[in-house]
């Protein structure tokens, strides 16, 4: 089976803890279920249980359920017999048969149950379209082989954020220069990322780390353009800079 | 997650009171193992966030009540698991009937901004949502499952009380849903 593309897979592995609960619900959530069970609150959604009934009713239920099913399947049993007398009875015994008087003018002929291609059609049949010879023996086109060669970018924005989210875990372990390199690399890799800003303020960060005289002027350039950005502030702490008002 | 068996619960009481603990696997024991699971899977299959708490509570109260009807042998994921997926499709049709934009007033959203990893995780997160919320019913599970909750296809199979062949094909078309949902939002975004 095929696997899923890096991609594809990157962004599973973002979201895969991401429903995890918050650290007070498995408390609460016990307490409360354990008041619904003590007060009885057993009409949920699901089944009912035979295994909740008393073994006198368990056994009650399913001996009337053996006998309904036996009563089912007999009843399967005799319409599938009776129509299948009804046909025998009703179909006539030798297959259908051409008036006597095309017979006399024309030799008999077994009809084919499948009529035989004309001849154009079947030199288009011999003769393979482009499409044919462009596509792989075998490969289906169905709409979502269309959809997929038309649409599908090599650059997803889940695969822009893995590349973003290596860097800046580098760059909070403090290997900037390593930080720096994958930004580079980012950059290289999608020639319109849709992460641009993330990428300038991780960027900005990791040069104020080396150097924060050095990188002072990219990093407010940074916080001019996105003073709301997750990064703003690791930004202004990184470069000593003043909070924006 | 270690998979809990009837070795290491067996005559292991887990805090409960007498009586609560049924067969070889004790309420208590499941609960601590399997809430968070049950909860992912809640909010994987369609129930809105405001509902997750009390539909993974409803779980848990019928999860009490089938306790005898889980096997020694089975998958206590696999059982949790089908479980919870009639839980969710019972509070999918009350979250139609109150209506979305009620309850997402209902949700007290954080208003805190996170770091940059945070937010990457929230912005998969609803990527991920909207792609289960357009997948039905029986791909969703198998691809929840199998790409979420890492479980194997012959875990998947008896969870679903389907036959292995039948895994195989939902997910491979799931997949395939999903590589062509990427494609279409990076398309749409970039």
């Not at chain 1, 930004?235 to 003043?242: D, F, G, I, N, P």
């Not at chain 2, 699971?37 to 809105?48: I, S, T």
Request: glycine residues 4%; hydrophobic residues 45%.
């Amino acid at each position: 089976m095929a696997e899923l593309p890096p991609h594809a897979k990157a962004l599973l592995a973002l979201a895969r803890d991401a429903d995890d609960p918050p650290a007070d619900a498995k408390v609460r959530v016990q307490r409360a279920a354990l008041d619904a069970i003590a007060a009885g609150n057993h009409t949920l959604v699901g089944p009912p249980s035979t295994s909740s009934l008393p073994p006198t009713l368990r056994a009650r239920f399913w001996g009337v359920a053996t006998n309904k099913a036996g009563l089912f399947v007999s009843a399967v049993l005799l319409v599938g017999s009776s129509w299948a007398a009804y046909r025998v009875l009703t179909e006539p015994a030798l297959p259908h048969r051409e008036p006597i008087a095309m017979l006399e003018s024309q030799p008999p002929q077994a009809r084919p149950l499948v009529e035989p291609p004309d001849a154009t059609a079947a030199s288009e049949r011999a003769e393979p379209t482009r499409a044919d010879q462009v596509r792989p023996a075998g490969a289906k086109l169905g709409r979502h082989a269309t959809k997929m060669s038309a649409t599908e970018p090599q650059d997803t924005l889940a695969a822009e954020m893995l590349e973003l989210l290596q860097a800046s875990a580098e760059i909070e372990a403090g290997h900037v220069h390593e930080g720096l390199r994958l930004l580079e690399r980012y950059r290289a890799h999608f020639a319109h990322p849709a992460r641009a800003q993330e990428s300038a303020g991780l960027a900005a960060l990791a040069k104020c780390q080396l150097d924060p005289r050095a990188a002072e002027a990219e990093a407010r350039t940074f916080l001019a353009a996105a003073p709301t950005s997750v990064l703003a502030s690791r930004v202004q702490r990184a470069c000593e800079l003043e909070a924006t008002p | 997650m270690q998979e809990v068996t009837s070795a290491t619960v067996q005559g292991v009481q887990v805090g409960p009171p007498a009586g609560r603990a049924v067969g070889v696997r004790t309420f208590d024991a499941l609960y601590a193992e399997h809430f968070e699971f049950v909860w992912r899977c809640m909010r994987r299959l369609g129930v809105h966030p405001s509902l997750v708490e009390d539909a993974a509570q409803d779980a848990f109260v019928v999860l009490h009540r089938r306790l005898s009807e889980l096997r020694p042998e089975a998958s206590a994921k696999a059982f949790l698991f089908s479980v919870a997926q009639r839980v969710a499709h019972d509070y999918r049709r009350t979250a139609q009937r109150k209506g979305a934009a009620r309850l997402d007033q209902e949700l007290q959203v954080s208003e805190e901004t996170g770091p940059f990893e945070r937010t990457a995780k929230a912005e998969a997160a609803a990527t991920l949502q909207a792609f289960l919320a357009q997948l039905d019913d029986e791909k969703r599970a198998v691809f929840v499952l199998a790409e979420l909750e890492e479980m194997t296809a012959p875990e998947i199979s008896e969870a679903l009380e389907v036959n292995l062949n039948t895994v195989y094909s939902r997910l491979r078309l799931a997949r395939q849903r999903f590589v062509e949902f990427l494609a279409a939002e990076g398309a749409r975004h970039g």
